[in-house]
C-alpha cells in the first residue's frame, strides 16, 4: 500500500537495508546501554566527563584521515586494492601527531578537569589502533560483506557494553577507567577484525590521484566533526560539564533517529543514482506533499514521547533535558533533506559543490555556537544545530536544482 501512495519500493528498502539496520541496531544499543549506566549509576560531573572526552577524542581523530574514508570506499569497490596500503601509510603518520595533540590537551586540562585531562593522556598510545585501524569496516563495506561486517558490529557492541558496563559499575566516582576500557577494547576489536578482513585485498593496484581526492573529502569531513563536537567544548568551556551532561542526554533520541533515516537513505543510493536526478526531483514534487505529511506525523508522534522515554531511560535528574530533547527533534527534517540531495550533488560529480557547502554551513553553525551558547546556553546550542541542518539542507537543495536546470538547459529539456 506504502509502494503505491509514496511512489518508493518498500519492499528494496526492507531487504536491502536489513543488514545495515541490524549493525546500527546493535550499535545503538551498546552506545545508550553505556550512557545508561551511566546517567543511573553516576552522576551529571561523570556523565559530562564521559561525553567532553568522547568528542575531544572525535575531534583529534580527524588527524588520522577519517576523512579518506570515503575515497578508499570507491578505491577498493572498483579493485584498486592496493589503495588501502597508501591510505593506511599516511593515517599512521598522521595518527602518531593526534596521539601527540591527546598528551598535549590532557596536560592542558588537567588542572582544571583532572580526570578529564588523566583519561586523554592513557588513551594518547591507543589512538592509532582505535583510528587507522578502524577501516575494517570499509573493506568488508566495498566487498559487500554486509552479513559479516554486521556480525563484527554485533561482536564488538557486546563486549562494549559489557566491558565498559562492569567498569562503570565498579568506578561510579569518575571516568577515567571506563574511557580507557572503551578505547582499549575498541582498539582490541580493530586489530582482530583488520587482520581477519586483510585476506579480501587480492591485488596491489592504487588508484590514481587518490590522495587529492581524500584530501578534497577530508575538508568536509573537518567541518561534520566540528559540527558533531564543537557544541559540547562551547557549552562545557561556558556552562560546565553539568549542562553538558544534560545536552547529551537531549541529543540522544534526535540523534538516533538520524542514524536511522542514514541507513535506509544510504540503501536506496544505487537506484538514486541509477535514475537519475531528474527523476527524482519528479518524484520529490509529485510526492512532497504526502513526505511533509509523514514527517509532520513523525515530529508529533517524537515530541509527545519524549519526555516518556527520556525519564525512563536516563532518570528523574535528566527531566531538564525533555524540552531541549523536543526541539532538537526539529533537526531530523533538514536531515533528511541533506542526506538525499547531498548524494545527487556527488552523482552528478559536484564533489567540490559538495565540499563548498559544507564548508558553508560548517562556518554558519560554528558562529551560531559562539554566538547564541554564550547567550542562551544548552538552548543555543540546539538552536545552532538547527541552523546547522536547515543552511546544510537548504543549500544542497538548491544545489541540485541549479545543476539540473543547467544541464537540462544544454539538453534543451525542461523538468
Do not use: C
Amino acid at each position: 500500500m506504502l509502494n503505491k501512495w509514496l511512489g518508493v519500493d518498500t519492499n528494496f528498502l526492507i531487504k536491502s537495508s536489513f543488514w545495515l539496520n541490524l549493525e546500527k541496531a546493535a550499535r545503538m544499543v551498546s552506545e545508550l546501554g553505556i550512557i545508561v549506566m551511566l546517567t543511573r549509576l553516576t552522576d551529571l560531573k561523570v556523565v559530562g566527563q564521559y561525553e567532553l572526552l568522547l568528542s575531544i577524542y572525535s575531534l583529534v581523530a580527524v588527524l588520522a584521515i577519517t576523512g579518506f574514508n570515503s575515497s578508499l570506499l570507491r578505491a577498493l569497490s572498483t579493485g584498486y586494492d592496493g589503495t588501502l596500503r597508501e591510505v593506511m601509510r599516511l593515517s599512521w603518520r598522521w595518527s602518531v601527531v593526534g596521539a601527540g595533540a591527546l598528551v598535549l590537551g590532557g596536560w592542558w586540562s588537567y588542572e582544571t578537569y583532572p580526570a578529564v585531562g588523566l583519561s586523554l593522556i592513557a588513551a594518547a598510545p591507543i589512538f592509532p589502533w582505535y583510528t587507522v585501524l578502524r577501516r575494517w569496516d570499509v573493506v568488508l563495506q566495498a566487498k559487500e560483506r554486509f552479513a559479516e561486517r554486521s556480525a563484527y558490529y554485533g561482536i564488538s557492541s557486546v563486549g562494549l557494553l559489557m566491558s565498559v558496563g562492569a567498569a562503570i559499575w565498579w568506578n561510579r566516582d569518575n571516568v577515567v577507567v571506563p574511557f580507557i576500557v572503551l578505547v582499549a577494547v575498541q582498539a582490541m576489536f580493530n586489530i582482530i577484525f583488520f587482520r581477519r578482513v586483510s585476506r579480501l585485498l587480492v591485488n596491489d593496484l592504487v588508484e590514481e590521484n587518490w590522495m587529492k581526492s581524500g584530501y578534497k573529502l577530508f575538508i568536509s569531513e573537518i567541518f561534520n566533526v566540528l559540527y558533531s563536537r564543537l557544541d559540547r567544548l562551547i557549552l562545557v568551556g561556558w556552562l560546565g560539564l553539568e549542562a553538558l551532561a544534560i545536552y547529551a542526554i537531549a541529543t540522544k533520541i534526535g540523534e538516533g533517529v538520524k542514524l536511522v533515516i542514514g541507513g535506509v537513505i544510504s540503501t536506496y543510493v544505487p537506484r538514486l543514482y541509477k535514475n537519475g536526478t531528474l527523476v527524482v526531483i519528479r518524484w520529490y514534487r509529485a510526492q512532497g506533499w504526502k513526505i511533509v505529511a509523514i514527517v509532520v506525523g513523525g515530529l508529533s508522534v517524537g515530541w509527545l514521547v519524549t519526555p516518556i522515554m527520556i525519564v525512563s531511560l536516563f532518570g528523574e535528574q535528566y527531566r531538564e533535558s525533555v524540552v531541549f530533547a523536543q526541539w532538537y527533534l526539529l533537526v531530523i527534517p533538514f536531515h533528511l533533506l541533506a542526506s538525499i540531495w547531498s548524494y545527487l550533488l556527488i552523482k552528478d560529480r559536484r564533489e567540490g559543490l559538495f565540499v563548498g557547502i559544507g564548508a558553508i554551513a560548517g562556518v554558519a553553525n560554528i558562529i551560531a555556537y559562539i554566538i547564541l551558547i554564550p547567550k542562551w546556553g544548552i538552548s543555543g546550542a540546539v538552536a545552532g544545530s538547527i541552523v546547522y541542518y536547515v543552511v546544510l539542507g537548504g543549500l544542497y537543495f538548491g544545489s541540485v536544482n541549479w545543476v539540473l536546470r543547467k544541464n537540462l538547459v544544454k539538453q534543451g529539456l525542461k523538468i
